[in-house]
């Protein structure tokens, strides 16, 4: 529980470790696509920690960043070919992303850093808490930048052919100000991925002190 | 020459099993 706790507040992949900043900013502009990312890159990690776990004996030392790339892409490639079979629609939104998981630094990093070094369990539970970390930090971002920039919350489209349900709302009523195009834009989303950690910091200097 | 050898039989057995992995699932999915 500590480590998956770790995972999500004192090592949160994008709020502390800045790390895969570049998808974080790119498939954010929907909420749906945000968890669905977020869900992608937490299977990725658990299988990628618990293969790596396992084999970590038999890898040489000289050839394990490129052994690990090869487990990654390999997983990637299958995650990749599952969605595009079942669900084409979501294949299609999150786009170059999917594939771009596999030189994810936070993937790597921690089957470098913890996957290579510790037991199957605890490589098990540090890649769910980061999974899960990344995940929510997606989400957060993703619903401000959706209800900011779009006036509405995608809770169900793209996966609609799966859950034959489709769930899409209108936050405020339309008026001339509002939607805020600018938070749909890139430069929306350095602006939003900013001001939620001007946020966090603040939040955590207050507790601080 | 054993340390060289150990690192590419590492690498060709897991590239081969990924394969297998990747052949699989592309079977299923098509």
Request: charge should be positive.
């Amino acid at each position: 529980m500590k480590t998956i706790k770790n995972g999500i507040f004192n090592e949160n992949p994008i709020f502390i470790l800045m790390l895969g900043l570049c998808p974080t900013l790119a498939v954010t502009h929907n909420f749906e696509s945000s968890y669905i990312m977020g869900l992608c890159v937490l299977i990725i990690l658990l299988f990628t920690n618990i293969t790596i776990s396992l084999i970590k004996k038999l890898i040489p030392k000289n050839v394990q960043v490129p052994t690990y790339v090869l487990i990654i892409a390999t997983f990637v490639t299958c995650l990749e070919m599952i969605l595009s079979k079942y669900v084409p629609l979501l294949h299609d939104v999150l786009g170059i992303f999917l594939p771009l998981i596999t030189v994810n630094c936070i993937v790597l990093g921690r089957a470098i850093s913890v996957a290579s070094k510790e037991n199957l369990k605890t490589s098990f539970l540090d890649g769910l808490g980061i999974g899960l970390g990344w995940t929510f930090s997606l989400m957060l971002i993703g619903f401000f930048r959706e209800i900011l920039g779009n006036n509405s919350l995608t809770l169900m489209n793209a996966i609609s052919p799966i859950t034959k349900y489709r769930a899409i709302y209108q936050i405020f009523p339309s008026s001339n100000y509002f939607p805020i195009d600018f938070f749909i834009k890139p430069a929306g989303a350095f602006f939003t991925l900013g001001l939620v950690l001007a946020l966090i910091n603040y939040l955590k200097n207050k507790e601080e002190k | 020459m054993n340390k060289k050898f150990k690192s590419i039989a590492a690498l060709t057995i897991t590239s081969l099993i990924c394969g297998i992995l990747i052949y699989i699932v592309f079977k299923l999915t098509n």
